[in-house]
């Protein structure tokens, strides 16, 4: 929760609620801080970043960062290129984590490590597989991630004692008022009606086509934006193929047995308990489901689902739990529980659980033939790794060397495709989305390479680098195509038509503009105007703040409309046309039980909006206490693009 709360910065959940801005006129200025206030300066060596007495080193933000950023498939290098704000975003949120931690020691707040522990097994116990222990689970997932045991750990204990600051420094704001959460209500349920009167432009039958010269001098003035055909490039990606060399990796039986007796306690299982729960909202419902399965002898299940209908409740089908594997309150009451008997309700964060205690099972080792298939798929993984990346060093220092791809193909198994025609945007020449056509993998690793694509010159071969797709992979330009113009010839009757509907709205804005001022200055009424022009008054009533608004009518005209009084004239453009309109009547929604609870959503939403504006100032005056000092220079050097072209010293 508390890293959720750091990470929204200036990007606070007030700004969703702007239209209602001035009721948040105490806290406003809080929207708007982030931790640049306190980034200045600079430190040298390996170290990003200084907070108090801590250092931050580059090696472990590098690794934060490529986590953050790999789930929009972007690398550090992407990131700082396309905008430094980026990684001063995540450095930021690494700081502010640090000043949290900072303030909690100097004011003795820490974790024992039950409750850690405790905490843990809620959150690992949801991603564990059939079979595995919660130790096994967390190390799984801890591969996958590419994260240390250790780190992790360290991490979650600090996300904890922030929630526990978080929870204290927001203790003190009470919930927002129910007047400024009914007026939100109001804002966003009211329906409006309107009228109007449409004037399509190609009524306008009096513009003169343009001359010959006039749409000459048109095409050069659009030329190079209307009519310019960008610089396409042929790209050729060679990638590593893994595809034989998983044939070649073999992991021996002597290997696998000296991986599982390195590794033996991994291995080591607990007394197992086969449990059976569901998991009851209430205690009442818990104690009368407990009662008919133990009493009627009702399946667990079909207990729940009885007095709680199906679509309320959780079940947990029967599966093997060790003693690591509970939380402390289940674990108390299974523990002395025989097999056969059925225990409960039990209260956790979760709710009240009724538990079936199955089989019961004594302490044992797994044996080599029980885990040697997952080890061996283990292990032929990593070596299958190593592998690549041995042979992206070798392919690196192949075309290093000058040699070409069909050369390093030689030396190193490579696929070699060809790219359709395309602009630094992917797209061919008529304007379509080449990506759209290719594989899964170039669609992953569209922006990559697009970026290194047109990063090198024809014939140029790139570095080697790894894609968002997993593959390691070099570029080169197989052909370019010349940007160019589109002939005057062939968009001539374009620009005479567009020249002419151009001048038809203008004339159409004009005439709408003198009929607006005609009926304010009360010269004219709203119905004259229609009769005078030979239209009629179209109407479109229950017009909402959300969701789609009747044709004509555009979401571009929403704003208008809905910040317009009633009774106030307006000239609403649409496709062809525009129209002389005028707020008819605005109706308020009923305050039913309904709508009451709707308010009851909003005021809670909007009180932790507050709150979680109030943490992050909090945060920024820990910060004053102990400043932030950042080394921009190696964030330039490591990530920047002359990091890229440059040789280091």
Do not use: C, W
């Not at 039950?114 to 690992?124: F, G, N, P, S, Y």
């Not at 791809?405 to 490579?414: I, K, R």
């Not at 697009?450 to 080697?464: D, K």
């Amino acid at each position: 929760m508390v890293m959720r709360a750091l990470r929204q910065g200036v990007f606070g959940g007030f700004l969703k609620y702007v239209l209602m801005s001035l009721l948040a006129l105490s806290v406003l200025g809080l929207v708007f801080m982030d931790v640049q206030g306190v980034m200045k300066g600079g430190v040298g060596g390996t170290d990003v970043a200084r907070v108090g007495s801590e250092s931050i080193g580059m090696r472990e933000f590098d690794k934060f960062a490529r986590m953050s950023l790999g789930r929009f498939n972007m690398t550090p290098e992407d990131a700082y290129n396309k905008n430094p704000k980026i990684m001063d975003e995540i450095l930021g949120t690494e700081i502010r984590s640090r000043f949290v931690m900072l303030e909690a020691e100097s004011i003795g707040i820490s974790v024992g490590q039950k409750k850690l522990q405790e905490e843990l097994i809620v959150r690992i116990k949801p991603m564990q597989n059939e079979g595995e222990t919660l130790q096994q689970t967390l190390e799984r997932v801890l591969r996958s991630q590419g994260v240390r045991e250790s780190d992790f750990v360290k991490n979650y204990s600090r996300e904890i004692i922030g929630d526990i600051l978080l929870d204290t420094a927001q203790d003190g704001f009470g919930a927002i008022n129910s007047d400024m959460a009914r007026d939100l209500f109001m804002l966003q349920n009211h329906t409006r009606d309107i009228e109007f009167i449409s004037f399509a432009q190609d009524e306008i039958k009096t513009i003169e086509a343009p001359d010959e010269e006039r749409l000459k001098r048109l095409y050069e003035s659009f030329k190079n934006t209307q009519f310019k055909i960008p610089e396409m490039r042929v790209l050729e990606i060679a990638y590593i193929d893994d595809s034989k060399l998983k044939d070649t990796i073999d992991v021996s039986e002597e290997s696998l047995r000296k991986h599982y007796e390195e590794r033996i306690e991994e291995y080591s299982l607990g007394e197992q308990r086969v449990l059976e729960q569901i998991v009851a909202p209430t205690p009442d419902k818990a104690q009368l489901i407990l009662k008919m399965a133990r009493d009627e002898k009702v399946p667990l299940r079909d207990a729940m689902e009885r007095v709680l209908g199906k679509n309320e409740g959780t079940y947990v089908p029967a599966a093997p739990f060790g003693e690591d594997m509970l939380i402390g309150e289940i674990k108390d009451a299974v523990t002395n529980a025989k097999s056969g008997e059925i225990v409960g309700p039990i209260e956790t964060v979760m709710g009240q659980h009724v538990i079936s205690v199955g089989e019961i099972t004594p302490p044992r080792t797994m044996s080599f033939d029980e885990v040697k298939d997952d080890l061996r798929k283990e292990m032929e993984q990593i070596a299958l790794a190593d592998t690549i990346y041995d042979l992206s060093s070798q392919l690196d220092d192949i075309i290093a060397g000058g040699n070409s791809l069909e050369d390093a193909g030689q030396a190193v198994p490579l696929n070699i495709t060809a790219l359709p025609a395309m602009s630094a945007l992917g797209l061919d020449k008529e304007k379509k989305d080449v990506f759209e056509s290719v594989s899964e993998n170039d669609k992953t690793d569209k922006s990559i390479l697009l970026e290194e694509g047109f990063a090198i010159q024809e014939g140029e071969i790139s570095r080697v680098f790894e894609l968002p797709s997993g593959r390691f992979a070099v570029l080169r330009v197989k052909e370019t195509i010349e940007s160019s113009f589109k002939p005057y010839e062939d968009v001539k009757k374009t620009l005479a038509d567009d020249y002419i509907s151009d001048q038809q709205r203008v004339e159409t804005f004009r005439k709408i503009s003198e009929f607006v001022g005609a009926v304010k200055a009360g010269k004219k009424s709203f119905e004259e105007v229609a009769r005078e022009t030979g239209k009629k008054v179209e109407k479109r009533e229950g017009l909402t703040l959300g969701g789609a608004l009747p044709a004509p009518l555009n979401d571009n005209q929403r704003a208008m409309i809905f910040e317009s009084y009633v009774g106030d004239l307006m000239t609403l453009p649409f496709e062809g046309g525009a129209a002389i309109a005028r707020i008819k009547a605005a109706t308020m929604p009923k305050m039913d039980e309904q709508a009451e609870q709707r308010v009851k959503r909003i005021e809670a939403e909007l009180s932790k909006e507050v709150k979680d504006e109030v943490f992050n100032y909090y945060v920024q005056r820990i910060g004053r206490k102990h400043p932030a000092v950042v080394n921009h220079r190696l964030l330039e050097q490591v990530y920047g693009q002359k990091a890229a072209t440059e040789p280091q010293p």
